[in-house]
């Protein structure tokens, strides 16, 4: 399984666009790119997925580069309730579970 | 109302007992997962299934025990042989391989004294 890197916390100030970088320099071909969002004492959301470029959905965009060894997440103008836990996961869709790491805590500050 | 149940909110033990923890989807999903999360840790997997009557055991296995004998259902017994069961334990569940997409329940918080 690609393992993955991210920081381990951020903060920022409401109405601000937070990006959030991960690492997954082993990635392999049919892998893809999965962010998830955790809120204490709940479960794990997904917010997005993607393969290569960019993919945006009401929530959140991915920016994979070329490579595909990093991939970025971008929250657009966080406000307190985007303060969260963001798991950024590398997997297929075959039959190896995904390995959730400690994530980043996103601290957002008023 | 589609989702993924989870049953009890809070469970307290005492040491020695076995508890088993309840996992519900109306989702019609194939894959269904067990993980246990510890105070500012991830998630590590203790078991998953991707059919009925089969299973796998995950990072975490020891000291658990699962069945799956219908699609929607995935209970998850923590037996007395797990040394250190006190954690938020969660279960999730995937349409057929598509695992990269779990869909999570609320959690079982499991206090053992």
């Known amino acids: 399984l690609a393992k993955t890197t991210q920081p381990i916390s951020m903060d920022s100030y409401e109405g601000q666009e937070v990006n959030i970088t991960c690492s997954h320099n082993?990635?392999?071909?049919?892998?893809?790119i999965t962010w998830y969002q955790q809120f204490p004492s709940q479960g794990p959301r997904f917010i997005i997925q993607?393969?290569?470029t960019k993919v945006t959905n009401e929530v959140a965009s991915l920016f994979i580069p070329a490579d595909r060894k990093s991939s970025t997440l971008s929250l657009p103008r966080v406000s307190l309730s985007d303060t969260a836990v963001y798991y950024c996961?590398?997997?297929?869709?075959?039959?190896?579970?995904?390995?959730f790491g400690k994530g980043t805590r996103l601290s957002v500050i008023a | 109302d589609g989702g993924i149940t989870q049953s009890p909110k809070y469970l307290f033990r005492k040491e020695g007992q076995n508890v088993t923890l309840s996992c519900e989807q109306n989702?019609?999903?194939?894959?269904m997962y067990w993980y246990r999360q510890d105070p500012g840790q991830g998630l590590r997997l203790i078991y998953y299934?991707?059919?009925?009557?089969?299973?796998q055991k995950g990072d975490i296995a020891e000291g658990y025990s699962v069945s799956r004998e219908k699609k929607e259902s995935f209970p998850l017994t923590v037996t007395s042989a797990q040394k250190n069961p006190t954690a938020f334990y969660l279960c999730?569940?995937?349409?057929?391989?598509?695992?990269?997409?779990?869909?999570f329940g609320p959690g079982t918080r499991l206090t053992v004294t």
């Open positions: 989702l019609n999903h194939d894959a």
């Open positions: 082993n990635i392999a071909t049919n892998d893809y």
């Open positions: 996961l590398v997997g297929y869709s075959g039959n190896t579970p995904l390995v």
């Open positions: 999730a569940s995937a349409a057929g391989t598509v695992s990269y997409e779990q869909y």
């Open positions: 993607g393969y290569k």
């Open positions: 299934s991707q059919i009925v009557n089969d299973f």
